[in-house]
């Protein structure tokens, strides 16, 4: 069965700390692993989209990573600001003939000042 | 340019009733999905369209359905509503769809409540 998913469910850090975000999946054929940023009461936001070649990704604070061959992800966050406080959200991209998306539930992170 | 655009932002139903939401996406995209995202769960894949044709269709039952005009606006309907459909339901455009790495856009979404 295609599945993500994410740990921890949430988490709760001081502003300035950095902290990791997991991802594993269980979906065959891959194509892309993405990384969405949810605030409350709003639409997500893409973070970072990576194919099977890359395993690192940076888009300022955030870095994802990707070990294809352990089918796991990671988004890292340095120096935590109370802006990132959020639900992020790791989708894994099926390559068959819709391309269709495999949701996790989120780990939701708490910036604390 | 403009974003996604989805309307209304809050919406309050009683059960039984029918309720049409609309979504204008980012201009160029041809592609919108429809998710619904309730307390503590994922997102949920309703339905995408591309071109005025349902591409893809999630495990919803046939009280949720949507079509797609010529301007790529897009609109869902749900009859017969229940206590359960009470939800956040976004609605998301990108410009060929899940195909090349293209990031989907979401919309800020409309809060459904079912009384």
């Known amino acids: 069965k295609n599945q993500v998913e994410q740990s921890p469910q949430s988490l709760i850090i001081l502003e300035g700390k950095n902290c990791t975000l997991q991802?594993?999946?269980?979906?065959?054929?891959?194509?892309?692993l993405r990384w969405y940023k949810q605030d409350t009461g709003r639409g997500p936001v893409s973070l970072t989209i990576?194919?099977?070649s890359e395993n690192t990704k940076s888009n300022g604070r955030y870095t994802a990573t990707l070990d294809a061959d352990t089918k796991q992800s990671s988004l890292h966050i340095t120096a935590s600001q109370l802006s990132d406080s959020a639900s992020y959200i790791c989708?894994?991209?099926?390559?068959?003939?819709?391309?269709?998306?495999?949701w996790g539930a989120g780990t939701k992170l708490i910036i604390k000042p | 340019k403009a974003g996604v655009t989805q309307t209304p932002r809050y919406l309050i139903k009683t059960r039984g009733q029918q309720v049409t939401l609309s979504c204008s996406p980012i201009s160029g995209h041809r592609s919108v999905s429809w998710y619904q995202q309730t307390p503590g769960q994922g997102l949920q894949f309703l339905f995408e369209y591309f071109s005025e044709t349902q591409r893809n269709k999630g495990n919803f039952p046939g009280r949720f359905s949507g079509r797609q005009f010529s301007n790529s606006r897009s609109e869902m309907n749900v009859s017969t509503l229940e206590l359960g459909d009470s939800a956040l339901y976004l609605c998301?455009?990108?410009?060929?769809?899940?195909?090349?790495?293209?990031?989907?856009?979401f919309g800020n979404g409309t809060r459904l409540t079912v009384t």
């Open positions: 998301a455009s990108t410009m060929t769809g899940g195909k090349n790495n293209s990031p989907l856009h």
């Open positions: 991802c594993n999946y269980t979906v065959s054929p891959f194509s892309n």
């Open positions: 990576m194919t099977f």
């Open positions: 989708v894994v991209s099926l390559m068959d003939s819709n391309y269709q998306l495999i």
